[in-house]
């Protein structure tokens, strides 16, 4: 705990789903002495009084419509932005108009409108928008971006980078409101954000060009019937026919995905659990992209949503040498702390795990392979990310930043743009030119 340095400052949480929760245990547990939670708001009111259920709190509860009523009420100083990807925007701008700091949950938004609004609202009030890319935080990825700054590799002429989820987490953006592109941007924007932004930051450069490929391969009625395994429920939960189906997520089964989600349909009539061999998913599972960087590096990335294992595997090409790291992560399903393993429920007992240690090795030009150690004792969210986020988030004094880890609004553009361009290559055929796409930047 720190000394307070100032009054405590006021926190609105703006969509009460499974991510706001490590917000919520941050502000009433560990910055408790310099935080207070003072509001809630979301469309469903039966989940925000579920949420507040764990920790036994009474707070007042808004519905979108009374956004701004509650800013003034509570007195907020900061809104902490949890909802559906496609909503940000909303809110972003609502309550930087009103006089708040944001913190946003990634991806900033999801095209490019959106991205013009937020920009220009924020400069015209001057506020502060944090984008929590917690992956910059892992200590692993940390050390790339300290061992690529120092020079270590030379210049950096390109990356390789592929991306696995396995089949329990890649699935359960085929089972939300992921599964529709206009929520969520599709897993170019949700889930790569974190990736291109990751290369961003790593390169210390912006994409320029782009050019995508990439379908719905595996997930979705057409695919599970051409390979003769249709699924006929609708959801998983409740129904005789899922029959032990490893792809059926039960929430009944699961006490915080029941008393969120499944208690709370009445509302909102959202189902959490839908058949991710059915119909209605406009998202592709399988990517592959290319991107030029203003810095002339060229990436080249691929993505596949139904993997056998989870984690990433990054090769940089310098003009001194090569540096590769090779991870993987502990599978999950929800958001809250990132790997709190509701696989149980998913997989019925088993994970099929094997979670082997970080690699991160040095390659130099006509030397001895280099193996680089890794400080992989905090094992919190994210690969222990989510806790050193949360630091710069809410501590009056942060620590220092030498490697530019706090992202804003500028970040949180930038990563989205690789991910709006790809989605529009693939729809075109065409690379997609960024300052095209999006000239105001
Ligand atoms: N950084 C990470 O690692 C990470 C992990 C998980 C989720 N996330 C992000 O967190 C956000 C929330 O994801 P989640 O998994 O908690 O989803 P969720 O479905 O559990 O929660 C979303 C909440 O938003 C509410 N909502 C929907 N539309 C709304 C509207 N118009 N106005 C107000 N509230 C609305 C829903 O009722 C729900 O309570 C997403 O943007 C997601 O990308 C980030």
Same mark, same amino acid.
């Not at 949950?105 to 220009?120: H, R, S, Y």
């Not at 979705?220 to 032990?244: F, H, I, K, L, Q």
């Not at 220092?400 to 055929?429: E, F, Q, V, W, Y």
């Given at each position: 705990?720190?000394?307070?340095?100032?009054?405590?400052?006021?926190?609105?949480?703006?969509?009460?789903?499974?991510?706001?929760?490590?917000?919520?245990?941050?502000?009433?547990?560990?910055?408790?002495?310099?935080?207070?939670?003072?509001?809630?708001?979301?469309?469903?009111?039966?989940?925000?009084?579920?949420?507040?259920?764990?920790?036994?709190?009474?707070?007042?509860?808004?519905?979108?419509?009374?956004?701004?009523?509650?800013?003034?009420?509570?007195?907020?100083?900061?809104?902490?932005?949890?909802?559906?990807?496609?909503?940000?925007?909303?809110?972003?701008?609502?309550?930087?108009?009103?006089?708040?700091?944001?913190?946003?949950?990634?991806?900033?938004?999801?095209?490019?409108?959106?991205?013009?609004?937020? !920009?220009? @609202?924020? &400069?015209? *009030?001057?506020?502060?928008?944090? #984008?929590?890319?917690?992956?910059?935080? %892992? $200590?692993?990825?940390?050390?790339?971006?300290?061992?690529?700054?120092?020079?270590?590799?030379?210049?950096?002429?390109?990356?390789?980078?592929?991306?696995?989820?396995?089949?329990?987490?890649?699935?359960?953006?085929?089972?939300?409101?992921?599964?529709?592109?206009?929520?969520?941007?599709? !897993?170019? @924007?949700? &889930?790569? *954000?974190?990736?291109?932004?990751? #290369?961003?930051?790593?390169?210390?450069? %912006? $994409?320029?060009?782009?050019?995508?490929?990439?379908?719905?391969?595996?997930?979705?009625?057409?695919?599970?019937?051409?390979?003769?395994?249709?699924?006929?429920?609708?959801?998983?939960?409740?129904?005789?026919?899922?029959?032990?189906?490893?792809?059926?997520?039960?929430?009944?089964?699961?006490?915080?995905?029941?008393?969120?989600?499944?208690?709370?349909?009445?509302?909102?009539?959202?189902?959490?659990?839908?058949?991710?061999?059915?119909?209605?998913?406009?998202?592709?599972?399988?990517?592959?992209?290319?991107?030029?960087?203003?810095?002339?590096?060229?990436?080249?990335?691929?993505?596949?949503?139904?993997?056998?294992?989870?984690?990433?595997?990054?090769?940089?090409?310098?003009?001194?040498?090569?540096?590769?790291?090779?991870?993987?992560?502990?599978?999950?399903?929800?958001?809250?702390?990132?790997?709190?393993?509701?696989?149980?429920?998913?997989?019925?007992?088993?994970?099929?795990?094997?979670?082997?240690?970080?690699?991160?090795?040095?390659?130099?030009?006509?030397?001895?392979?280099?193996?680089?150690?890794?400080?992989?004792?905090?094992?919190?969210?994210?690969?222990?990310?989510?806790?050193?986020?949360?630091?710069?988030?809410?501590?009056?004094?942060?620590?220092?930043?030498?490697?530019?880890?706090?992202?804003?609004?500028?970040?949180?553009?930038?990563?989205?743009?690789?991910?709006?361009?790809?989605?529009?290559?693939?729809?075109?055929?065409?690379?997609?030119?960024?300052?095209?796409?999006?000239?105001?930047?």
């Amino acid at each position: 705990m720190t000394t307070p340095l100032s009054p405590k400052k006021r926190y609105a949480i703006v969509g009460t789903g499974s991510r706001s929760m490590m917000f919520r245990k941050a502000i009433l547990k560990t910055y408790a002495d310099t935080c207070e939670l003072v509001a809630l708001c979301d469309i469903n009111p039966l989940r925000m009084q579920a949420w507040q259920k764990e920790d036994g709190l009474d707070l007042p509860t808004y519905a979108p419509d009374d956004f701004e009523k509650m800013i003034e009420t509570e007195k907020v100083d900061a809104v902490i932005v949890t909802t559906i990807d496609r909503t940000h925007h909303t809110y972003l701008c609502r309550a930087m108009e009103a006089g708040c700091d944001v913190i946003t949950e990634k991806p900033m938004t999801v095209d490019v409108e959106k991205c013009e609004q937020i !920009l220009e @609202v924020q &400069k015209r *009030t001057g506020k502060k928008l944090t #984008v929590t890319f917690n992956y910059r935080y %892992a $200590p692993r990825n940390s050390k790339v971006k300290e061992l690529l700054q120092s020079g270590l590799i030379g210049t950096v002429t390109s990356v390789h980078f592929e991306w696995l989820l396995d089949t329990q987490h890649g699935a359960d953006y085929f089972r939300r409101w992921h599964r529709d592109k206009r929520n969520s941007g599709g !897993l170019m @924007v949700h &889930k790569s *954000t974190h990736h291109f932004d990751l #290369v961003n930051w790593w390169l210390d450069s %912006a $994409p320029q060009t782009v050019m995508a490929m990439g379908d719905l391969r595996f997930y979705g009625r057409e695919n599970a019937e051409n390979r003769g395994e249709p699924r006929s429920y609708v959801r998983g939960t409740g129904d005789e026919r899922v029959n032990g189906d490893p792809f059926a997520l039960d929430l009944s089964k699961e006490e915080e995905l029941k008393n969120l989600y499944y208690d709370c349909e009445s509302a909102d009539g959202y189902l959490r659990d839908q058949n991710v061999f059915g119909d209605g998913i406009s998202i592709e599972d399988d990517i592959g992209v290319m991107v030029r960087y203003d810095n002339k590096a060229v990436m080249t990335y691929h993505l596949v949503a139904f993997a056998p294992w989870e984690g990433y595997r990054v090769g940089f090409n310098g003009t001194k040498g090569r540096l590769e790291i090779d991870v993987t992560e502990k599978a999950y399903v929800s958001g809250s702390e990132g790997d709190h393993n509701l696989s149980r429920n998913v997989k019925g007992g088993s994970t099929h795990e094997v979670l082997e240690p970080t690699t991160l090795l040095y390659r130099p030009h006509w030397g001895e392979p280099q193996k680089i150690e890794l400080d992989e004792t905090n094992t919190g969210g994210h690969g222990g990310a989510d806790q050193i986020l949360l630091e710069d988030v809410f501590s009056q004094t942060p620590p220092a930043d030498p490697l530019k880890r706090a992202a804003g609004h500028m970040d949180g553009a930038l990563s989205i743009l690789t991910g709006i361009a790809a989605n529009r290559s693939m729809a075109t055929g065409l690379p997609v030119n960024i300052a095209e796409l999006m000239p105001s930047l």
